[in-house]
């Protein structure tokens, strides 16, 4: 059986930020991808002042910047039964906001790995602890078995990791999402900032990354669980489509003249903040990061930038405690065990404001009854008084 020091489940955006972390710490790690490229879908993500902060400890905030432009405001507008109820204006963040494309986030931070880090068409069946020293061991699908010291699961929303660990399964919100680009050669002209519109079941947004080059989505809410008549791409954007029908001309223009192949749709899950608060994220030397941790919906648009803080903290937790020796002290398990200690720690409190805050959103989006919606705002504005404080978040140093 082969055997390895840190080994990292899943080479997204919390993987690779973790390998990366560890790798500007000196500590060493292999990253396990079950896809045989890394993977692209997504579209983008927009990354707030906590995000952009993480991206500078793992050096690639300068790397990143000059291929996306600067958000100045968020513009909010409501629109019933064809009439405009509501249009605010307001700052994004406490800082910096820019959209970033998934594809150069996940290639900046794979170029930096040392060769060898990522193994690709690995994918994990199943983990077990060794009977003798309670060490993980994976099981891969091509029978393949590797122990490690150190297991970290960064395998997004349906993690074998999480189940090992005994955390609750995700929660569905009734909600479907289909993220997507849409290219204009000649410059689409719009403003540098993130417009979001409310009409009555559909929720869009519009970021533009570059000067030709937009991301938009749209989240239907409601919408029912059977989706077996989107076959294809071509499905997706015309359902798409029709979803923003009633929409102004030119945001028609902007979803049909989308390029099909960044189209991705996903029900959005959560992890309930109840369970991340409670949750029991260390079991023995294993743990997990990104949304194998803390699922949620991409109302506070806080899922990558929150995963790029993880890898932060949990490298820095693991070299403090494990310094230069290593893996190859005597001491190790307990201190590994002391580290992804102080790792949830930290993370916890962090994260379960941020989930709160995403679940209360989202049950403000998706509330029928005038009841419930005074009751989520009550919540908000008590719970939540400051709406973009989430971005004021430091993970501080590497
Ligand atoms: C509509 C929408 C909009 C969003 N917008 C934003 C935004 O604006 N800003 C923001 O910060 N976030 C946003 N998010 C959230 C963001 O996309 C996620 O939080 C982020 O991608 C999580 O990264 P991750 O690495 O944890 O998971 P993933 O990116 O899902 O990576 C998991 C990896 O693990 C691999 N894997 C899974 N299982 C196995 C296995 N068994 N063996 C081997 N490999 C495995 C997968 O192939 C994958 O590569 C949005 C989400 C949605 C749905």
């Avoid at 990354?209 to 938009?216: D, M, N, Y």
């Avoid at 919408?223 to 029709?242: H, Y």
């Amino acid at each position: 059986m082969e055997e390895l020091d840190i080994v990292i489940l899943g080479g997204g955006i919390a993987g690779l930020a973790t390998s990366l972390a560890l790798h500007r710490k000196g500590i060493k790690s292999i990253v396990l991808e079950r896809s045989e490229t890394v993977r692209s879908e997504g579209a983008a993500f927009g990354i707030q002042t906590n995000g952009w902060l993480a991206l500078q400890q793992l050096g690639l905030a300068d790397k990143l910047r000059p291929n996306s432009l600067p958000i100045h405001q968020i513009r909010d507008v409501l629109i019933e039964e064809g009439i405009k109820r509501r249009e605010s204006v307001g700052p994004a963040s406490y800082g910096e906001v820019r959209g970033v494309i998934r594809n150069d986030l996940v290639r900046a931070l794979a170029h930096e790995l040392p060769l060898g880090t990522l193994r690709l068409g690995c994918q994990i069946v199943s983990v077990k602890l060794d009977e003798t020293l309670s060490f993980p061991i994976v099981h891969v699908k091509n029978g393949q078995d590797i122990k490690s010291k150190v297991l970290i699961g960064c395998d997004g929303s349906n993690s074998v990791v999480s189940e090992f660990l005994g955390l609750k399964p995700t929660k569905s919100l009734s909600s479907r999402a289909v993220r997507g680009f849409t290219n204009y050669p000649d410059g689409h002209g719009f403003r540098q900032e993130f417009i979001r519109i409310k009409m009555d079941n559909v929720v869009s947004g519009r970021l533009p990354i570059t000067p030709k080059l937009v991301f938009w989505f749209v989240v239907l809410l409601k919408c029912p669980q059977d989706s077996n008549f989107l076959r294809n791409q071509e499905d997706i954007a015309r359902f798409t489509l029709s979803s923003v029908n009633d929409f102004s001309q030119e945001w028609k223009e902007m979803v049909k003249n989308c390029d099909i192949n960044s189209l991705y749709i996903n029900r959005l899950r959560y992890r309930a903040p109840w369970d991340v608060m409670s949750g029991k994220f260390r079991r023995g030397t294993v743990t997990v990061a990104g949304d194998s941790m803390h699922l949620m919906g991409p109302f506070l648009g806080q899922g990558c930038s929150a995963a790029l803080e993880d890898g932060v903290v949990l490298a820095r937790c693991l070299w403090r405690k494990l310094g230069q020796d290593g893996m190859n002290n005597v001491f190790s398990r307990k201190r590994i065990e002391e580290a992804i200690d102080d790792y949830v720690r930290e993370r916890r409190g962090r994260l379960v404001r941020l989930s709160t805050q995403t679940y209360l959103t989202s049950r403000l989006i998706e509330a029928s009854s005038p009841v419930t919606k005074l009751l989520v705002v009550v919540l908000l504005m008590i719970m939540f008084r400051d709406q973009i404080g989430h971005t004021r978040y430091d993970c501080g140093r590497l």
